[in-house]
């Protein structure tokens, strides 16, 4: 159980600029979770998949993002057209089908400037 | 909608000291809750996740308790050591949903 990988742990970027994190779950986990949290809040949820199976999306996940998991295993999820708003840190979550125990990631922090 | 308040924001103790951190939630039709601890920087860590027809869980020196009919749940950290150090953050799943709902997280120092 090497627990949940995301990748990069930082990314600064330029507003406007397109962007993409990497996350690999718990390899027996089949669902999969994308939080974004800001300084001084809770995690907001984004997005959850079961298998490659997207089945619930946030009304914070405008059109700018989206979230992929082709086969099953590894996530990404990617924001176009930055804006300092998205600013926040990015978490992956993962579970396995028979429980709502999740574990999380370290996160990605995303700096637009 | 679902909404997590917990309290305090923040807490300061000295070394050794019994303490109860609190958090309540709207909806009361929840089947589970979850306590977890996040470091500065760095993602959370699950600490205790109670069913909803548990009323208690217990973790070394981590108890926590749930009462779904007045919408509460306690974390009581016994002897707290300086590496309690850390936000506590509480967690609900929304109705027939895998989704969970924070509250924004009571940080507690323990003083040396």
């Known amino acids: 159980d090497t627990g949940v990988s995301q990748d990069p742990r930082h990314k600064i970027t330029k507003r406007g600029q397109n962007v993409t994190f990497r996350c690999d779950p718990i390899?027996?986990?089949?669902?999969l979770y994308w939080y974004r949290q800001t300084l001084g809040q809770g995690p907001e949820f984004l997005t959850y998949?079961?298998?490659?199976?997207?089945?619930?999306k946030s009304r914070l996940l405008s059109n700018r993002f989206s979230a992929e998991r082709p086969k099953g295993s590894f996530s990404t999820l990617e924001i176009q057209r930055t804006e300092q708003g998205d600013s926040a840190m990015y978490l992956c979550?993962?579970?396995?089908?028979?429980?709502?125990?999740?574990?999380f990631g370290q996160g990605t922090r995303l700096t637009v400037v | 909608k679902q909404e997590v308040t917990q309290i305090p924001a923040a807490l300061s103790v000295p070394e050794g000291e019994n303490l109860v951190l609190n958090c309540s939630f709207t909806?009361?039709?929840?089947?589970?809750l979850q306590w977890f601890r996040q470091d500065p920087g760095k993602g959370l860590t699950s600490l205790l996740l109670i069913q909803s027809s548990q009323r208690e869980q217990t973790s070394g020196r981590l108890n926590a308790s749930l009462d779904k009919s007045s919408g509460r749940s306690t974390l009581y950290i016994a002897a707290s050591q300086p590496g309690d150090s850390a936000t506590y953050l509480c967690a609900v799943p929304g109705a027939g949903s895998y989704q969970l709902t924070f509250g924004k997280g009571t940080k507690l120092s323990v003083i040396p």
């Open positions: 998949f079961q298998n490659e199976a997207q089945l619930e």
């Open positions: 390899s027996e986990h089949n669902r």
């Open positions: 979550a993962s579970s396995r089908r028979d429980t709502i125990k999740a574990f």
């Open positions: 909806d009361s039709a929840i089947y589970n």
